[in-house]
């Protein structure tokens, strides 16, 4: 049996991502997230 992947939904750390979307996004791959949900955010491409 596989592990679950776990991930974070942006919604939770939405006022750090509005002031900087990417560098929150490598905060949260550097504290070991690799699934991230955008719930809305159309601004950038799913893969940057």
Same mark, same amino acid.
């Given at each position: 049996?596989?592990? !679950? $992947? *776990? %991930?974070? $939904? *942006? &919604?939770?750390?939405?006022?750090? /991502? #509005?002031?900087?979307? *990417? %560098?929150? +996004?490598? $905060?949260? /791959? #550097? +504290? %070991? &997230?690799?699934?991230? #949900? *955008? /719930? %809305?955010?159309? #601004?950038?491409? !799913?893969? +940057?």
């Amino acid at each position: 049996m596989s592990k !679950p $992947q *776990l %991930g974070i $939904q *942006l &919604y939770s750390v939405r006022d750090l /991502a #509005e002031k900087d979307f *990417l %560098g929150t +996004i490598r $905060q949260i /791959a #550097e +504290i %070991g &997230y690799k699934n991230v #949900e *955008l /719930a %809305g955010i159309t #601004e950038f491409p !799913p893969k +940057i």
